[in-house]
């Protein structure tokens, strides 16, 4: 078996104490088990693939692309593993366990001011695609990110489920797992509801964001989701320390804040069938405040 053969598959796991409503069942698809550790490995692997593909590129080629985290050790692991050179580019705040794993990887990682957001590490990135001879595989434009989702996540969701899922919530980051995972569930049902979190103002949550319009990502089409609730930074911090006390999954804070936004959804059903992304390990974050 190869590596990449890992990424997917990930287990479905019934919460037992954190639901406040016994007429809704709610269950997380822990993607840490990826082997990069995180969701973010379906669609670093499968832009990376589709991009050999199509030629577009091939080995010993240099990529660079802009990451808050996840995304980044995803393409590290991939990249390396396919005999392609990932430079990445990211917020100066990041922890430094994400650094060191992108590293440990095989890339080289370009730090920028934090004041100055993703937003900022983006531009760089494609300054460098532009001038420098870099690749750019562009997550936030590139329809294979919400491809693979469309292809591997939503189908794993309605096997699992067994065709019972009722409401999908997620993170919205890139926003391509939404995207792909409410395209495929929206085929097979189209009354399954589609969720989506973003932090309230002033909040900072990693892997949710708050784009401002010129940096809305070009995958994401808002008729694919029928809500978004907005999570505090706080609210998020409190469910993932409960997630991992009471339910012992050791998350990231964007996956407490998908499941704060759940367990506010579930207060106001009769039944339900709710399906969150626990979109990483905790463990990368340990240096920082979410669990002090």
Same mark, same amino acid.
């Given at each position: 078996?190869? *590596?990449?053969?890992?990424? #997917? ?13 016994? +007429? ?86 370009? /730090? ?34 919400? *491809? ?15 065709? +019972? ?10 926003? #391509?797992?939404?995207? #792909? ?28 964001? /708050? ?45 407490? #804040? ?35």
């Amino acid at each position: 078996m190869k *590596l990449v053969e890992l990424i #997917g598959n990930t287990p479905l796991i019934e919460l037992s104490h954190v639901p406040i409503n016994p +007429k809704v069942k709610v269950f997380c698809k822990l993607e840490g088990q990826n082997p990069g550790g995180s969701v973010k490995d379906r669609a670093a692997y499968h832009m990376i693939k589709s991009a050999l593909q199509r030629g577009d590129i091939q080995s010993g080629d240099r990529l660079v692309e802009a990451t808050s985290g996840n995304t980044g050790i995803a393409l590290a692991m991939v990249a390396n593993v396919l005999g392609l050179h990932m430079t990445l580019i990211m917020p100066d705040n990041s922890t430094r366990e994400r650094i060191l794993s992108m590293e440990a990887y095989g890339a080289k990682v370009i /730090r920028t001011p934090a004041a100055k957001t993703i937003e900022y590490s983006r531009e760089l990135a494609e300054e460098m695609a532009e001038k420098e001879g870099y690749f750019m595989l562009n997550q936030f434009a590139n329809p294979d990110n919400y *491809l693979a989702h469309y292809e591997s996540t939503g189908p794993e969701i309605w096997r699992d489920t067994e065709g +019972k899922v009722t409401h999908f919530v997620s993170a919205m980051g890139t926003t #391509g797992t939404i995207m #792909g995972v409410s395209m495929f569930l929206k085929e097979m049902n189209p009354n399954v509801q589609i969720v989506g979190t973003q932090p309230t103002d002033g909040s900072n949550i990693p892997g949710i964001r /708050r784009w401002s319009p010129e940096f809305l990502p070009k995958i994401f089409d808002a008729s694919r989701v029928d809500q978004v609730i907005d999570v505090s930074q706080h609210e998020a911090t409190l469910m993932t320390r409960r997630m991992a006390k009471e339910e012992g999954i050791l998350a990231g804070m964007s996956s407490g #804040g998908a499941l704060h936004a759940a367990m506010q959804l579930s207060q106001n059903l009769d039944e339900g069938f709710i399906v969150c992304i626990t979109c990483d390990r905790g463990d990368r974050y340990l240096s920082s405040d979410l669990f002090g």
